[in-house]
Nanobody, 124 residues
């Protein structure tokens, strides 16, 4: 079992930055792919970014060049640095973990473990 706890959400003006963190329990963190999803009111949960166990990142097109995912295996933590934020980035952001095998990683149905979410609100 893996428990995930997100932090770092808040209210920021458009163009600003936030850094989300997701702390994971368990001794096998380094073997897990870690991801960030988000869900706006009335919308489905959508993929934002993931970090493979080797640290390689993958992003959805709408955040490329603005968001950076990173992980610190010594701290069992994955981060999402969000720059140049836009009102459309407003959502609850969720951290997810999975040990594989991996299929369609952009689908939330294929991730085993989830955090409780943290609210990000970007004002115009």
């Amino acid at each position: 079992q893996v428990q995930l706890v997100e932090s770092g959400g808040g209210l920021v003006q458009a163009g600003g930055s936030l850094r989300l963190a997701c702390a994971a329990s368990g001794r096998t963190f380094r073997s897990y792919a870690m991801a960030w999803f988000r869900q706006a009111p009335g919308s489905e949960r959508e993929f934002v970014a993931l970090s493979w166990s080797n640290g390689s990142p993958h992003y959805t097109d709408s955040v490329k060049g603005r968001f950076t995912i990173s992980r610190d295996n010594a701290k069992n933590t994955v981060y999402l640095q969000m720059n140049s934020l836009k009102p459309d980035d407003t959502a609850v952001y969720y951290c997810a973990a999975d040990a594989g095998p991996y299929t369609i990683v952009t689908s939330p149905r294929n991730w085993d473990y989830w955090g409780q979410g943290t609210q990000v609100t970007v004002s115009s």
